[in-house]
T-cell receptor
Framework: AQKITQTQPGMFVQEKEAVTLDCTYDTSDQSYGLFWYKQPSSGEMIFLIYQGSYDEQNATEGRYSLNFQKARKSANLVISASQLGDSAMYFCAMRERETSGSRLTFGEGTQLTVNP | GAGVSQTPSNKVTEKGKYVELRCDPISGHTALYWYRQSLGQGPEFLIYFQGTGAADDSGLPNDRFFAVRPEGSVSTLKIQRTERGDSAVYLC????????????????FGQGTRLTVV
């Protein structure tokens, strides 16, 4: 079974609108962390936001927020007020404290295109 | 520099040759990771260093791959007898704290080394 599933290979959004990128995960660990990264065409992986499994509140970082629904095992990324520079590949990732300790397991990514 | 630095940015090598990829982590970061990313996929874990020691090398695909971090900062990923299937982008990342819960454990990535084996 896939540990991280991103069901949207590609998404389009109009500039200044909000967009939600989906991520579901599969783990039996009680303690884990969820991460979102942005990868522009330049190739660098840029850290966006982190949510711990024990965090009761959804994480927010500027225009990014993480819609964490633990019972449904989903960790969707919401980008508000999209900008042209948001066009990139977005990866959801998980670190399972008990099962895999150090490694991040990534999904296959969602290619976001922001249209002017 | 402020971020993770990887050199070279591009490397083309012939099948069977030996290559070394270098990673300079963010100053003060104790944890260092190597990942490999094939075209159209997410990165896959290779190895994790805490300080000078390889705390988890379970992602290395076979014994042709080896990595060192002798002084706890710069790391080198070494690939012997390269094969065409080794072609990928090799990403290095570092974090302030060891993997775990909470802040300071997020990994910051370099721009990667694109390795092409011909």
């Amino acid at each position: 079974a896939q540990k991280i599933t991103q069901t949207q290979p590609g998404m389009f959004v109009q500039e200044k609108e909000a967009v939600t990128l989906d991520c579901t995960y599969d783990t039996s660990d009680q303690s884990y962390g969820l991460f979102w990264y942005k990868q522009p065409s330049s190739g660098e992986m840029i850290f966006l936001i982190y949510q711990g499994s024990y965090d009761e509140q959804n994480a927010t970082e500027g225009r990014y927020s993480l819609n964490f629904q633990k019972a449904r095992k989903s960790a969707n990324l919401v980008i508000s007020a999209s900008q042209l520079g948001d066009s990139a590949m977005y990866f959801c990732a998980m670190r399972e404290r008990e099962t895999s300790g150090s490694r991040l397991t990534f999904g296959e990514g969602t290619q976001l295109t922001v249209n002017p | 520099g402020a971020g993770v630095s990887q050199t070279p940015s591009n490397k083309v090598t012939e099948k069977g040759k030996y290559v070394e990829l270098r990673c300079d982590p963010i100053s003060g970061h104790t944890a260092l990771y190597w990942y490999r990313q094939s075209l159209g996929q997410g990165p896959e874990f290779l190895i994790y260093f805490q300080g000078t020691g390889a705390a988890d090398d379970s992602g290395l695909p076979n014994d042709r791959f080896f990595a060192v971090r002798p002084e706890g900062s710069v790391s080198t990923l070494k690939i012997q007898r390269t094969e065409r299937g080794d072609s990928a982008v090799y990403l290095c990342a570092s974090s302030l704290n060891p993997p775990g819960e909470g802040r300071g454990t997020e990994a910051f990535f370099g721009q990667g080394t694109r390795l092409t084996v011909v």
